[in-house]
Antibody, heavy 123, light 110 residues
């Protein structure tokens, strides 16, 4: 059974970098079929796609976050990670990692999700 | 303000059929597929419908999806208490080059 688990600090100070890791179990992150992504949910903005990564390291970012975003993948650890720089209170949200089946963008779906982790941006 | 528009809430009694609408535009639903998700607080969101009307393995056939023009709909028949929760639609937006989601619909089984 595929499982995804987010981990990382629950509190980040404004202007600092938010860092999260998603550990995948039950499937190889090196599969050429699947992509791996991040989505967040905040009270003010609802659900928002952050970005997606392939096992080769190819990334796809939301235009609204692209300038502050780095998503990477570590196939040896079966993990992928998110770094969001210069955070503000607007980045406070529940962050989910997910698997994508069907490609990186248009025709795909987020078919498995983690339970999410709350990240609060506050001094 | 979400790009895709859903009703904030719907309700029904056990056994009834409910439908949840999702309205978009030519740059998202009008051009691309729609997926639907079910979400309970504290749990992982679950994929219910993909590519407009396809059910993943394990999703019962009393749950169905459809799309027409710039709108989509999720229908749940034989309503059960376990169907309660939030439902979200999602589609790729060609103009924004981004995934867009509905604001969510809370389903209550009375």
């Amino acid at each position: 059974q595929l499982q995804l688990q987010e981990s990382g600090p629950g509190l980040v100070k404004p202007s600092e970098t938010l860092s999260l890791t998603c550990t995948v179990s039950g499937d190889s992150i090196s599969s050429s079929r699947y992509y791996w992504g991040w989505i967040r949910q905040s009270p003010g903005r609802g659900l928002q796609w952050i970005g997606t990564v392939f096992y080769t390291g190819r990334t796809y970012y939301s235009p609204s976050l692209k300038s502050r975003l780095t998503i990477s993948i570590d196939t040896s650890k079966n993990q992928f990670s998110l770094k969001l720089s210069s955070v503000t209170a607007a980045d406070t949200a529940i962050y989910y990692c997910a698997r994508l089946d069907g490609g990186p963008t248009v025709q795909t779906r987020f078919d498995y999700w983690g339970q999410g982790t709350l990240v609060t941006v506050s001094s | 303000q979400s790009v895709l528009t859903q009703p904030p809430s719907v309700s029904g009694t056990p056994g009834q059929r409910v439908a949840i609408s999702c309205s978009g535009s030519s740059s998202n639903i009008g051009s691309n597929i729609v997926n639907w998700y079910h979400h309970l607080p504290g749990a992982a969101p679950k994929l219910l419908i993909y590519t407009n009307n396809q059910r993943p393995s394990g999703v019962p056939d009393r749950i169905s999806g459809s799309k027409s023009g710039t709108s989509a709909s999720l229908a749940i028949s034989g309503l059960q208490s376990g169907d309660e929760g939030q439902y979200y639609c999602a589609s790729w937006d060609d103009r924004l080059s981004d995934w867009v989601f509905g604001g969510g619909t809370k389903l209550t089984v009375l």
